[in-house]
């Protein structure tokens, strides 16, 4: 895997740290910033600087101008899609990616590919404690609507696409 790395840096609505791991570049395409790390990666949370360190080979995308980011898993992970519902990726530098994280997940599950929305529970207790505006509201609610019905259809890039990107991950 060869490419420049960047950092991705997820933060709260109130700026808090949320999470931060690096990835190499791998690529753009229609659907956007494809990003990989291969197993073994550690991935910081909250202020801790090294939280757990991946199993599986992951790549993830960054749609332009999208309040979503997408992370596909390769196996032994039980999800194969682990979606975050997410304010638009702003990029500060080439070697930097940042947004902020809504609480909300949508995923889906390797064999069954049962799919579902996680942490509702999250995002209806933080739209109150940090104030969510309405708009804000609308585009979480919206793109974890959408994100679920895509995921159901496999539609892309949530089909075969990312195989590829996957690929060179190893």
Not at 49 to 78: C, I, K
Not at 110 to 134: C, K, N, Q, T, W
């Amino acid at each position: 895997m060869t490419g420049s790395e960047v950092l991705l840096d997820v933060r709260k609505f109130d700026g808090r740290p949320h999470k931060k791991q690096p990835f190499v570049r791998l690529g753009e395409d229609v659907y956007g910033v494809w990003l990989g790390a291969p197993a073994g990666t550690v991935i910081g949370t909250g202020d801790a600087e090294a939280a757990y360190v991946t199993e599986e080979a992951r790549v993830m995308l960054f749609p332009r101008d999208a309040w979503w980011t997408a992370l596909f898993l390769a196996a032994p992970a039980r999800l194969e899609f682990y979606c975050d519902v997410t304010t638009p990726s702003e990029w500060p530098s080439p070697a930097e990616v940042t947004m902020v994280d809504l609480d909300l997940d949508v995923c889906r599950l390797r064999g069954s590919g049962a799919v579902f929305i996680d942490d509702e529970d999250e995002f209806a207790s933080h739209r109150v404690l940090y104030g969510y505006p309405p708009e804000v509201v609308a585009r979480a609610t919206g793109a974890a609507e959408w994100l679920a019905g895509a995921l159901r259809e496999g539609a892309e890039p949530f089909g075969s696409r990312f195989h590829a990107w996957l690929e060179l991950v190893g």
